[in-house]
């Protein structure tokens, strides 16, 4: 059974250029997570999405960030307009329906570096 | 004030010692306690999880609750090099499914 399943791993734009990151979740995961990891701090929650609905995204920027997971194929992140402060390790987690206060599995991450 | 404090460390032990690694957490709502371990330029590794008060133990990995004192911890027996890694401590509540992390203790075993 695969893994969390994320791409590109590594990403470099330039300011007010867009990122899209992008996340495939275990199979039979129907929950998935957005995290960013900024140096020298810990995973903050961003966005918790389910297929067609975001279900909490308290921890997304108010602008900029956009994040869905469609019916089909993978869960998108996306940042347009990027700047410097954007640059992070971005990961994303899933998890299944009927444990998921308690197990959520991350992937590799994206890391993110805006020149 | 942080919902969830660690101590970033680092840790240096010798091969073989017990390793305790804490956490303290100010909000009273949450129930269920997570540990992941990270290496490098890597993802978090769900090692453990427990819901509510008590000790779990998964191998050499013990995990510990209290939650009157609002307290985790996380055993690690019998330490290997290849436990060398950072590791998170989480947290979440009843209602939602957002987690609170630490910032991570970084642990060094040393052959």
């Known amino acids: 059974n695969a893994g969390v399943m994320q791409n590109p791993r590594h990403l470099v734009r330039r300011r007010g250029q867009e990122a899209r990151l992008r996340c495939s979740p275990m199979k039979g995961h129907s929950h998935v997570y957005w995290y960013r990891q900024l140096p020298e701090e810990g995973l903050k929650f961003m966005v918790y999405l389910q297929k067609e609905n975001i279900i909490d995204e308290s921890g997304m920027p108010k602008e900029r960030f956009s994040a869905e997971f469609p019916k089909e194929g993978p869960s998108i992140l996306r940042i347009q307009q990027v700047v410097r402060g954007d640059s992070a390790a971005y990961f994303c987690?899933?998890?299944?329906?009927?444990?998921?206060?308690?197990?959520?599995?991350f992937g590799p991450g994206t890391r993110l570096l805006v020149l | 004030q942080k919902e969830v404090e660690q101590d970033p460390g680092p840790l240096s032990v010798p091969e073989g010692a017990i390793v305790s690694l804490n956490c303290t957490y100010s909000?009273?709502?949450?129930?269920?306690f997570m540990w992941y371990r990270q290496y490098s330029r890597k993802g978090p590794e769900l090692l453990m999880y427990t819901y509510s008060s008590g000790n779990k133990e998964d191998g050499r990995f013990t995990a510990q609750v209290d939650k009157s004192s609002k307290y985790i911890s996380l055993f690690i027996r019998d330490s290997q090099p290849s436990d060398s890694a950072t590791y998170l401590c989480a947290m979440s509540q009843n209602t939602g499914n957002q987690f609170y992390f630490g910032t991570g203790t970084s642990l060094t075993v040393i052959p």
């Open positions: 909000n009273s709502a949450f129930q269920y």
């Open positions: 987690a899933s998890s299944p329906p009927n444990l998921a206060r308690e197990t959520q599995y």
